[in-house]
């Protein structure tokens, strides 16, 4: 069965869409840990991060590069961190958070709770700055 991940880049679950490429797909994280909070993945599915092909997971980082400025730009914060998890979803993932501090990269602290026009909205943002 396709993961969920995979159904958003089907179309068939919709989601934030901040980037695509014929590889890869960005899109807003519903939980999120800040502002801009996005999720990067492979369009082709894949569980653990570390059994992409070595061009593949280079191209992923390519890619997560060019949305971690745009988050920035896009959201003001001293760096944009990286984090992967993929405890919970089984299909590989980047977090890209926009940090103020340390303690913005905390996956246990509590999530924004953001209406769709602000999810819309933020998404568009970062878009524009892509
Ligand atoms: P993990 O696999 O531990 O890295 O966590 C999966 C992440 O995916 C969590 O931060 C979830 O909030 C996020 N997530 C799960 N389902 C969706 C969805 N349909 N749209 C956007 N984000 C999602």
Redesign the pocket.
């Known amino acids: 069965m396709a993961t969920?991940f995979s159904r958003?880049v089907a179309g068939e679950?919709p989601?934030y869409k901040v980037a695509e490429n014929e590889q890869f797909y960005a899109?807003?994280?519903?939980?999120p840990l800040a502002k801009g909070h996005t999720?990067v993945i492979p369009k082709r599915e894949v569980d653990y991060i570390f059994d992409l092909e070595d061009e593949e997971i280079a191209a992923m980082h390519v890619f997560a590069k060019k949305v971690a400025k745009a988050i920035k730009a896009a959201f003001p914060c001293i760096k944009v961190g990286e984090a992967v998890?993929?405890?919970?979803?089984p299909h590989a993932?980047i977090?890209l958070v926009p940090m103020q501090s340390e303690k913005d990269m905390l996956?246990t602290n509590p999530?924004l709770k953001l209406t769709p026009e602000e999810f819309k909205e933020i998404a568009e943002k970062i878009t524009k700055e892509i």
């Open positions: 969920i958003i679950i989601s899109f807003l994280d519903i939980n999720l998890l993929g405890l919970e979803v993932h977090h996956f999530k």
